[in-house]
């Protein structure tokens, strides 16, 4: 029985583990299913997908600088995101890596390793990860690392537009090696590079959650999930007012027509009341 019961005991132990490994990566976020028009300006689409607010810096601190928001579609050809960046000194001057200036990172894993609780380097040979880059200076100039942006970066595209609050990045980042599907998950997180002095140099850089400055190089339990999702953005519909019915419309004037008669008994009620008056005084 003892046998039995420590057998048991580490077997649930082993798949308490397993659990753990599994679950580690931080957070996991509904991408919406659907196709922008990228032009830097945020489409209703991005409505239906789960904010990923990046405020926190490598070590989990509160950022000292810039702050954003991102937002996630796909379709079956690419995954796309809207970052909405909150900075209120934007670079003027181009630096020799854009990283260093004002700029955006997704990182994305098409190979399942976060999801499975693997670490893998963007870089060895076959994997399918990849860091994709673009600078509020940069438009058109990608910058990046790893092999799904060294093999792949042609066939994605971004665009840049400055904001009240800041500026925003859409990206267009292409599914290859990889067929996507409702309920799939990716590993993936997101950096903003901010040059908080315009001096060229990177000042801060901010994530969704600390531990993740690494994930240039490297795919690991620190990234988070998302959750291709098969909702859709449905804009909201007006409903026509009903036309009113016979029976209502004729109520405003039985309102009225009551209002008329009780006004009319008032003023008979009155001169009644001032007859009376009037024969008491002559039989007096």
């Not at 931080?26 to 945020?42: E, N």
């Not at 400055?162 to 990889?178: C, L, M, S």
């Amino acid at each position: 029985m003892k046998k039995t019961i420590t057998a048991i005991l580490a077997v649930l132990m082993i798949v308490s583990l397993l659990a753990v490994n599994l679950s580690a990566a931080q957070g996991d976020y509904k991408a919406a299913s659907g196709t922008p028009i990228v032009d830097g300006v945020k489409d209703d689409l991005y409505i239906a997908a789960d904010p990923v607010p990046m405020k926190v810096d490598n070590d989990g601190n509160p950022s000292k600088g810039a702050t954003g928001t991102a937002y996630f579609l796909w379709d079956a050809k690419y995954l796309y995101a809207y970052v909405d960046v909150v900075d209120p000194v934007l670079t003027t001057k181009k630096a020799d890596a854009i990283y260093q200036t004002d700029s955006v990172e997704v990182y994305v894993d098409f190979d399942g390793n976060v999801a499975a609780g693997k670490t893998a380097k963007v870089t060895d040979a076959g994997v399918n990860a990849g860091q994709w880059t673009a600078g509020l200076l940069y438009e058109g100039e990608w910058g990046g690392y790893g092999n799904h942006h060294t093999e792949n970066k042609d066939k994605g595209t971004f665009k840049v537009k400055t904001t009240d609050k800041g500026y925003a990045v859409e990206y267009q980042i292409p599914f290859v090696k990889y067929t996507p599907a409702a309920a799939a998950k990716i590993g993936f997180t997101i950096a903003i590079n901010d040059d908080a002095n315009n001096d060229s140099t990177r000042d801060y850089q901010i994530f969704p959650a600390k531990g993740q400055g690494s994930a240039w190089s490297t795919v690991d339990g620190n990234w988070c999930l998302m959750t291709l999702s098969a909702d859709k953005y449905t804009p909201p519909t007006t409903a026509a007012a009903a036309p009113a019915a016979a029976g209502a419309a004729a109520k405003p004037a039985a309102a009225a027509q009551t209002a008329d008669i009780t006004v009319i008994t008032a003023i008979v009620s009155m001169a009644i009341a001032s007859g009376a008056v009037l024969s008491l005084k002559k039989r007096k």
